[in-house]
């Protein structure tokens, strides 16, 4: 079978939804299933439940409110549709994510999975940085604090000195500013790995999609997180926040070019099941619209998450 008759054969099974196999025990995180509900999954060992699909706090979500675009209904019908967790970071235009988020937050905070994160890698500006992030949020607490953007040359060791940033995020937990501290990143696997070893941190984001350059991030990561027992939160799904790896989107778009551009493009619905059969506990996934998010959010509700084979498949399809 040649890449397209494979790829044409994943839209038939999507098609086809429950008709497909079920993931074994061993393959997936457990998933509280409602035919009528979006599926929640354990977030590791914390203890929390949050939605599958998360919204993520780039594309729609990063831009200001105007006559077209509300991103204030975006977090709304989120909400609405079940979904909890909210991604979002003051990296984001600057403090425009997280405003928006807080348009929302203010009278709907009772029930959502709030994740932001720092950049500063200091006890100060973390302080600083984090306090600033929930004026906007409009809220005196977090769920989660992730240290964000993990480089290949990152100084781990700084990061546990009393004036570094884990000496902060482990205070504001003490605080209970917030209840979980993870880092993010999506360059190195090895230098993310290197820092999930090296310290007792509650979550891991970093990028899950099929193609060959984040075979590490699949192979030699993924499993320490869950021998660790690390909530894995999945970004760039679809190949990046314009989702590059989609049908129908050019690999450049207004923001900026993305990581993984690749001719060979997948319906999103493949995507999804690709990531979302993987052992993880949500995927982020960044929406312009309302009727995007809407989409998302039904794939997910009625699809049945890809196999271990189906996974492998897919991703020598779009080697």
């Known amino acids: 079978m040649n890449r397209r008759e494979f790829i044409k054969s994943l839209a038939v099974t999507c098609a086809l939804g429950t008709q497909a196999p079920r993931l074994g025990a061993a393959e997936a995180i457990a ?5 009528s509900k979006l599926p929640h999954r354990p977030l590791g060992k914390t203890g929390a439940l949050v939605s599958a699909l998360a919204l993520g706090g780039v594309i729609g979500m990063q831009l200001p409110p105007s006559a077209e675009h509300d991103p204030a209904a975006l977090a709304e019908t989120a909400l609405d549709m079940g979904i909890t967790y909210f991604d979002t970071a003051p990296s984001y235009n600057n403090g425009q994510s997280e405003t928006n988020y807080g348009q929302v937050l203010a009278r709907r905070r009772k029930g959502v999975f709030l994740a932001t994160k720092t950049e500063s890698r200091t006890y100060d500006g973390t302080m600083r ?10 809220t005196d607490h977090v769920d989660l604090i992730q240290i964000h953007g993990i480089s ?40 993310l790995r290197q820092a999930i070893e090296m310290y007792e941190l509650d979550t891991l984001l970093t990028t899950l999609n099929p193609v060959t350059r984040r075979q590490p991030f699949r192979e030699e990561l993924l499993p320490v ?26 690999l450049n778009k207004v923001l900026r070019p993305y990581h993984d551009q690749t001719s060979h493009q997948v319906a999103p619905p493949h995507l999804l099941r690709y990531t979302l059969g993987l052992p993880i506990s949500v995927a982020v996934v960044g929406v312009a619209t309302v009727e995007q998010l809407k ?25």
């Open 152 to 191: 290949a040359n990152e100084d781990l060791a700084a990061w546990d000195k009393p004036d570094g940033v884990l000496a902060a995020l482990r205070k504001l937990r003490e605080q209970k500013v917030t209840r979980f501290i993870g880092l993010t990143g999506h360059d190195s696997a090895a230098k």
């Open 129 to 138: 940085g984090l306090e600033q992030s929930l004026k906007r949020l409009r």
């Open 295 to 319: 989409g998302n959010v039904a794939i997910v509700k009625e699809m049945v998450p890809m196999t271990l084979a189906e996974r492998k498949d897919l991703e020598q399809a779009m080697a």
């Open 31 to 35: 998933t509280k299933t409602d035919s």
């Open 225 to 250: 997180a869950n021998q660790k027992q690390m909530g894995v939160i999945a970004m760039k799904v679809m190949g990046g926040g314009n989702g590059c790896l989609v049908t129908g989107n050019p």
